[in-house]
């Protein structure tokens, strides 16, 4: 696949040495529960560049939220590390950010609060993330409902809150899980647009994890494609379209070759 | 406007009802005023005892066991509670002690209360704050275990401290639960306060009743009984009100208020 200066060119600039590096290496992990032990990921290994877009591939229950967890800091791994920006992942850090599969905005608090709270349990300035959340706000068409109640806004809305919270603290990784699978296809289609035009802005690693193949190719620079329980990794597919990516290029030969090859992987998988 | 005077029209007509029932079955089965007074007599009754009566002490009496009790009940219900919810360990050890607490009438044990806290006000706070406790406890543990895990998922992930999980997160998602277990307290404050007048008290609306059956004076109990409700439906409004107000971001809460 040719063309791929498209993608270094939309990485951001003067990003530090190891910032915004995710590597995972040799990562197992087991649950025990009452009726023994389940494997959910066996010995994966892969390397995120700083500023890359990647999603996570895989048939659902398959291990793909566990990664996430890990990354989070939500999890322990039973078995090799993950490591962000260098260091060894052993619990949450400021430089994560999340985006839930819910929007899991309080309902008591307004819009700006919501976002806001990251800062406040981080104890950044709060003078300062203030100012920086009526940006992001902004930036995410928010700015005139931040002071409106989570239960006012639409389901796109409130996960586009949960965007801008997940961004508050500046964090060097974005971590995202199916963030728009609760969404109708319409307003997923629009997300997936202003979720690229914030992420080019921004210019953050994303780990996006997906059970949708469009999606996964629309948005990212990179589609790594995981097993059935346990989880590994069978395909590692750099996405060589340019961006911006608009709506068009998903009609697009260059387009559907990728979602062809990932569905192709996909049958595979079943059997 | 319209509708809100509607509402107000049928409360008003079952009122109305009850008492035509009532004054007509007094004439019709001539049934005595010892056994039961006319409306009018009961009427009669609560303007002597209200103007320059005897009436407003009983009542102030009542209230004030009943509010320091139920503050103290629920306050300590709430409190203790958020303990138990976070602590394993504590939820272990009180929870037997709660069964056996819960499924016994409360009641039961005010000649006991009286026994110990002596036969003023204390014993009767005492009493209210007991009957308080046990509903809003409960409300308190089910409304904290009830919280969203995703909530706690993505506070954990923003690094949120304990206190911040539990005072931002657990306890607004629980109070709803525990507004439903203030609204039956505040129907068991005053059955807490009027039984333990009942026991032994030389004041309170309990005891009016009481002296007034002792002297057959069946108006003074109809209006001892009449002043109780009043209590009541105004304690269920303020804290209905209460919880409209705090607890905005719940839409439909005549559902969710239990009673």
């Known amino acids: 696949m040719a063309s791929a200066d498209a993608r270094t060119a939309a990485k951001p600039a003067g990003i530090g040495s190891s910032a915004g590096y995710v590597e995972v290496s040799n990562l197992y992990v087991t649950f025990h529960t009452a009726r023994g032990a389940t494997e959910a990921v066996r010995d994966l290994s892969v390397t995120i560049e700083p500023g890359q877009f990647v999603s996570v591939l895989g048939p659902s229950g398959c291990g793909k939220s566990t990664l996430l ?21 052993k619990g949450p850090r400021p430089d994560v950010g999340v985006v839930f599969q819910q929007p899991t905005l309080l309902p008591w608090k307004n819009v700006l609060a919501n976002v806001l709270l990251p800062a406040k349990s981080l104890g950044l300035n709060m003078a300062a993330a203030r100012t920086r959340a009526m940006d992001l706000l902004k930036m995410a ?14 389901g796109g809305m409130q996960q586009r809150a949960g965007i801008v919270r997940g961004l508050i603290q500046d964090p060097t990784v974005l971590l995202m899980d199916e963030p728009f699978s609760a969404l109708d296809a319409m307003t997923r289609e629009r997300m997936m647009d202003e979720l690229q035009a914030i992420w080019m802005k921004a210019g953050k690693t994303v780990l996006f994890i997906t059970h949708s193949i469009p999606e996964a190719v629309y948005l990212s620079d990179r589609v790594l494609v995981l097993s059935p329980r346990p989880a590994q990794l069978v395909e590692d597919l750099t996405i060589d379209i340019p961006r911006p990516r608009s709506l068009e290029t998903m009609s697009e030969p260059g387009f559907t070759a990728y979602t062809k090859h990932l569905r192709e992987i996909f049958a595979k998988l079943d059997h | 406007m319209t509708s809100k005077l509607k509402d107000l029209m049928y409360p008003l007509a079952t009122a109305a009802a009850v008492i035509l029932v009532w004054q007509l079955s ?28 005897v009436f407003w002490q009983h009542l102030a ?75 809003v406890f409960v409300n308190t543990i089910v409304g904290l275990k009830q919280t969203n895990p995703a909530m706690v998922d993505m506070a954990k992930a923003i690094s949120a401290s304990r206190w911040m999980i539990f005072w931002e997160i657990k306890l607004p998602s629980a109070a709803g639960h525990i507004f439903a277990g203030l609204q039956i307290a505040i129907v068991l404050s005053l059955i807490g306060a009027v039984v333990a007048e009942f026991v032994s008290s030389s ?17 003074v109990m109809f209006a001892a009984l009449v002043s109780l409700a009043v209590l009541g439906i105004v304690g269920t409004q303020l804290v209905r009100y209460a919880h409209r107000k705090l607890i905005f971001w719940e839409g439909n809460l005549s559902s969710t208020v239990k009673e």
């Not at chain 2, 007094?26 to 007599?41: A, D, E, G, K, W």
């Not at chain 2, 929870?95 to 819960?102: E, R």
């Not at chain 2, 004041?203 to 108006?219: D, F, H, K, P, Q």
Request: charged letters at 15%.
């Open chain 2, 26 to 53: 007094i004439q019709f089965f001539h049934i005595p005023s010892y056994v039961l007074p006319t409306p009018l007599s009961v009427l009669r009754a609560l303007e002597t005892g209200y103007i320059g009566g």
């Open chain 1, 69 to 89: 967890r890990i990354a989070a800091g939500l999890l322990r791994p039973s078995g090799g590390e993950m490591r962000i920006g260098g260091e060894a992942v």
């Open chain 1, 141 to 154: 068409g928010l700015d005139k409902f931040a002071e409106s109640y989570p239960n006012e806004l639409s």
């Open chain 2, 61 to 135: 009496y009542t209230m004030t066991s009943t509010i320091i009790g139920y503050v103290v009940g629920c306050g300590l219900a709430i409190l203790v509670g958020a303990l138990v919810s976070e602590s394993e360990v504590a939820e272990k050890l009180v929870h037997p002690l709660i069964i056996a607490l819960q499924s016994m009438p409360k009641v039961a044990l005010a000649p006991l209360i009286l026994v110990w806290f002596g036969f003023e006000m204390k014993s009767k706070v005492i009493m209210v704050a007991l009957v308080c406790f046990f509903p």
């Open chain 2, 203 to 219: 004041r309170g609306l309990g005891y009016l009743i009481n002296s007034a059956a002792v002297t057959l004076e069946v108006n």
